[in-house]
T-cell receptor, first 114, second 112 residues
């Protein structure tokens, strides 16, 4: 069975500082990897996804993530955060060839302070 | 396009009552899913559909029924609500199995 672990439940950071949100997954088969963002009282929005190819994936709003197969990780990074990045971030996996059935991590709440 | 719409936005039920959460999409997506979101647990898949007339169970299907008679609509039915079903429910749709899933705004359900 697949599982996703987001290593930090909360990450406080000052505005314009860099941030890394960590995600590890467990799977015995190939997976697709995703990062979603949820702003307060809203649904989820896709930030980026890894299906195949280059292990460095660039997404919206200046975020990027790197797929590391040997460490089964897919950490999300941004070099300089803004107040508007305050939100909850979810890492998710789906099985290669699966019907887009997402398995989510518990989420990381990013709080950007002025 | 309206995208994925969900109704109602909020609902309070008493234990044992039944209700249907509505989900519709206007993007002609084949794949649709229902998730529930609970604090500290992320989102968990309840049921999903890969096309009209085809549905299957996800991680936490007990207590929920679905059907998919049209491409556009994917309602979620609670036959006898229980306090454990208090949650925020999200519907999502995608064009294919590897395509981006688009999420609706959610329905916040409280069962007393």
């Amino acid at each position: 069975a697949q599982s996703v672990t987001q290593l930090d439940s909360q990450v406080p950071v000052f505005e314009e500082a860099p941030v890394e949100l960590r995600c590890n997954y467990s799977s015995s088969v190939s997976v697709y990897l995703f990062w979603y963002v949820q702003y307060p009282n809203q649904g989820l929005q896709l930030l980026l996804k890894y299906l195949s190819g280059s292990t460095l994936v660039k997404g919206i709003n200046g975020f990027e993530a790197e797929f590391n197969k040997s460490q089964t990780s897919f950490h999300l990074r941004k070099p300089s955060v803004h107040i508007s990045d305050t939100a909850e971030y979810f890492c998710a996996v789906s099985l290669y060839g699966g019907y887009n059935k997402l398995i989510f991590g518990a989420g990381t709440r990013l709080a950007v302070h002025p | 396009n309206a995208g994925v719409t969900q109704t109602p936005k909020f609902q309070v039920l008493k234990t044992g009552q039944s209700m249907t959460l509505q989900c519709a999409q206007d993007m002609n997506h084949e794949y649709m899913s229902w998730y529930r979101q609970d604090p500290g647990m992320g989102l968990r898949l309840i049921h999903y559909s890969v096309g009209a007339g085809i549905t299957d169970q996800g991680e936490v299907p007990n207590g929920y029924n679905v059907s998919r008679s049209t491409t556009e609509d994917f309602p979620l039915r609670l036959l006898s609500a229980a306090p454990s079903q208090t949650s925020v429910y999200f519907c999502a749709s995608s064009l294919s199995g590897t395509d981006t899933q688009y999420f609706g705004p959610g329905t916040r359900l409280t069962v007393l």
